[in-house]
């Protein structure tokens, strides 16, 4: 089965930049080729969320509210997906997950993203 691992995530305070990594990992097969890769992210007492995704050949789209400060990229070389966040907001503040759109693997454990002054 297909595994994602994230990382990059800590303790900001407002208006600074994080940059997210995940790498996926185990039995992919084309399955990058087909579905997006995507961030989603998940606040305390909320829903999981998406972010933003990214095709195989680089096509990008984000959420409304999330446009303009998130930028999502991808290295299909290494199976990798990023995600770059600017001026953090203390609205950030969440568990970030990577996986496919629709979700094709099992979720990883995220990385934890505090944005608190």
């Known amino acids: 089965q297909v595994q994602f691992v994230e990382s990059g995530g800590g303790l900001v305070q407002p208006g600074g930049s994080l940059r997210l990594s995940c790498v996926v990992s185990?039995?992919?097969?084309?399955?990058?080729?087909?579905?997006?890769l995507a961030w989603y992210r998940q606040a305390p007492g909320k829903v999981r969320e998406l972010v933003a995704t990214?095709?195989?050949?680089?096509?990008?789209n984000y959420e409304d509210s999330m446009e303009g400060r998130f930028t999502v990229s991808r290295d299909n070389t290494k199976n990798t997906v990023a995600l770059q966040i600017d001026s953090l907001k203390p609205e950030d503040t969440a568990v970030y997950y990577c996986?496919?759109?629709?979700?094709?693997?099992?979720w990883g454990q995220g990385t934890q993203v505090t944005v608190s002054s």
């Open positions: 996986n496919g759109k629709p979700q094709f693997g099992p």
């Open positions: 185990g039995s992919i097969g084309n399955i990058l080729r087909i579905y997006p």
């Open positions: 990214i095709t195989y050949g680089g096509s990008t």
